[in-house]
């Protein structure tokens, strides 16, 4: 069975490589890996196609960045030609990114012609399906709602998501929780991220600095919502070490608003290029918190117990907060939070259901149930 693993962004590729793994195994499947290219940068890409051991992308789709609609557009034009030719049976999306959608498009209106009913067209699988902010301002907000609605399989994360997705409609034998990919990264590399000391190369101390990601359009496009964020975050800094590995869209309007300068004087605000997931995961296990805007996070933080404090006003991972360590925060609520991690107060938390690093293995059940005897 010739199935497709989409992966196009950074966060895409943690989710597609434990299944490439596990696909790999069985012999009747055929795992084939299609790169979008929606992240193109080396340490945005190939660097954690090499760390999560990876073989290059099978098929690169060599798209780029654009605005919403080029990108969505030019993918969904280049994958529909690859899906004529190639002919998957089955097509894995992962996550919300504009290539999860446009693929998800492609492959539900693609018509393998000359085939017999029932087979003209592949079916089409969502990982990390049924997760909502309910903000729509948020771009991968609309590009879930559109994945879920077509996708002909939805594998949720957690309880939550399921329920999501049944509120709307979606039949309950499309909806499997499989439990969070992530954490089957996380635990398929968890020697090698141990081993790794990317804080002590920087001069930090375990469990004595906090982590920055920030990214979000609605955190680092507006000049005046930066400029607040960075004057923020250098108070912290004066505090307790930062390290803030800075986004490639983060830096250019950092640029573009004359705020990099102000952040690189910052004594103890060490800024660092985008980092691969081995050296990234070393610091978040070893940080004493984390200052991010990214999903990922929000998740990885609860499975390792690890306060997160996420500056945003909404998160389409409300499990992170009822029940990990996930706070969302304010700018205004940002400075109290860390006087109380600071003072040692952490939020007890629990590990969601299936958040155990066995996800792969459920979906291969899953796929074979479903498709290989049908
Ligand atoms: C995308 C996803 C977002 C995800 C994030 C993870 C969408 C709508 N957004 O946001 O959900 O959380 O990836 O990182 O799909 N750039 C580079 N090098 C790269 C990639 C991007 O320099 O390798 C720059 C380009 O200037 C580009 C900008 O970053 O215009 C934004 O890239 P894009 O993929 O459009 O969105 P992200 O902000 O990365």
Not at 166 to 187: A, F
């Amino acid at each position: 069975m010739r199935i497709h693993l989409i992966a196009a962004a950074r966060p895409n590729f943690m989710k597609i490589a434990p299944l490439y793994h596990a696909l790999d195994q069985v012999e009747w499947a055929r795992p084939v890996i299609v790169h979008t290219g929606q992240h193109y940068d080396i340490n945005m890409s190939d660097a954690f196609f090499n760390d999560l051991g990876l073989p290059d992308p099978h098929i690169h789709l060599g798209i780029g960045s654009g605005s919403h609609a080029e990108q969505t557009g030019n993918v969904m034009i280049a994958y529909e030609k690859i899906l004529l030719k190639e002919r998957p049976r089955l097509v894995v999306v992962v996550g919300g990114v504009n290539s999860t959608m446009a693929c998800t498009i492609a492959a539900s209106k693609v018509v393998y012609a000359d085939l017999p009913e029932g087979s003209r067209r592949p079916v089409v699988a969502h990982l990390e399906a049924g997760l909502r902010s309910k903000d729509r301002t948020m771009p991968e907000e609309i590009n879930r709602l559109v994945t879920d609605a077509l996708a002909d399989i939805l594998w949720t994360p957690s309880p939550d998501a399921t329920e999501n997705l049944l509120k709307e409609g979606v039949p309950r034998q499309k909806i499997e929780n499989v439990g969070n990919i992530m954490i089957d990264s996380l635990e398929m590399m968890r020697q090698k991220i141990v081993a790794a000391e990317a804080f002590s190369a920087l001069g930090l101390s375990r469990g004595r600095y906090g982590l920055i990601t920030l990214h979000r359009p609605a955190n680092v496009d507006s000049p005046d919502i930066l400029a607040a964020l960075c004057r923020l975050l250098i108070a912290v800094s004066e505090r307790i070490p930062l390290v803030f590995p800075v986004h490639p869209r983060t830096r250019k309007n950092l640029v573009a608003f004359g705020l990099l300068d102000g952040l690189q004087q910052a004594e103890k605000m060490i800024l660092t290029e985008p980092m691969n997931y081995v050296r990234f995961m070393n610091l978040v296990f070893n940080c004493q918190f984390v200052i991010t805007d990214s999903g990922g996070i929000q998740e990885e933080t609860t499975y390792l117990g690890i306060p997160c404090l996420t500056m945003r006003p909404n998160t389409e991972r409300p499990i992170t907060v009822d029940q990990g360590t996930n706070q969302l925060c304010t700018m205004e609520s940002l400075g109290p939070r860390i006087d109380r991690i600071l003072a040692g107060a952490a939020k007890s938390y629990h590990v969601p259901e299936r958040w155990d690093g066995r996800t792969a293995e459920r979906i291969v059940n899953v796929i074979r149930s479903k498709m290989l005897f049908n």
